[in-house]
């Protein structure tokens, strides 16, 4: 269920981190088992099922989802409007008890949070995503929302070994972002996404925490880039308040 998975107690409450693996589902080939995707070709079905075994592996909370479109939009989603499903690529939010999920096959999943003002947030980067800022605009809406101390945490994605570019891709990258410059295994040009998030984060004065590992290289994981037609793992966070949190 989980590839990495962290709880933290806070003054009134914890805060709750996690991305998820491709195992324990109940999604058939090409996308088992965990696929959390509606949107790839999988039974709706059994997409609705893992979800609900998520949240329930999540204390049953409710989990807010986007349908991911590569762009820089940003949506704050509030109880009353958690079941509407935006084409954005970022959410924020200064609700407890509500979870914020980012799905991803190869891009960064991205979760933000200022756990003392209560503010979360969530954003897919893909190169696209990246390079148009999708990141910087969810740190932005959230500091409109109060967060003053925002902190990241960037999950597994395609690393710069893996991810091969255009000769012309990887100049127009490089040029935004140098760092996210890469060369792959076999001496080609590659664009390393998360890197360049992680500058970005720098420039924001954002602490990021970076949990290691390559969507393309660990078969635990779902890649479009490797596999094709393919499932969706999630980023999710949730911030608990005290009355819910034990």
């Keep these: 269920m989980f590839y990495w998975h962290d709880r933290r107690d806070l003054p009134q409450g914890n805060l709750e981190r996690c991305f998820t693996d491709s195992l324990s589902g109940v999604s058939e080939a090409p ?52 079941g509407e499903v935006h084409a ?37 980067a893909g190169r696209p995503g990246m390079l148009a800022g999708v990141v910087p605009a969810a740190v932005a809406a959230m500091r409109d929302l109060g967060a003053t101390s925002v902190r990241a945490t960037l999950g597994p994605s395609v690393c710069g070994r893996c991810y091969e570019v255009p ?48 969507t393309v290289e660990d078969e635990r994981l779902f890649s479009y880039r490797r596999d094709g037609r393919t499932g969706r793992v999630a980023g999710v966070i949730v911030r608990r308040d005290g009355s819910e949190a034990a």
Excluded at 183 to 198: E, L
Aim: proline share 4%.
């Design 88 to 124: 954005v690529d970022a959410m924020v939010t200064n609700s407890s008890d509500l979870a914020l999920a980012v799905m991803v096959a190869d891009c960064v999943p991205v979760l933000l949070e200022d756990a003392e003002a209560g503010v979360l947030g969530v954003a897919h």
């Design 167 to 214: 000769h012309e891709m990887y100049d127009g990258a490089r040029t935004q972002y140098p760092t996210s410059a890469a060369i792959t295994r076999w001496g080609t040009p590659a664009i390393d996404v998360a890197s360049g998030v992680a500058s970005q984060l720098a420039e924001l004065d954002v602490p990021f925490e970076w949990i290691a590992g390559c």
């Design 31 to 82: 996308f088992s088992a965990l696929n959390l995707g509606l949107h790839v070709g999988d039974d709706e079905a059994h997409v609705r099922e893992n979800r609900d075994l998520l949240s329930a592996e999540l204390g049953g909370v409710p989990i807010a989802w986007m349908n991911q479109v590569h762009g820089r939009d940003v949506v704050e989603v509030t109880p009353d409007s958690l």
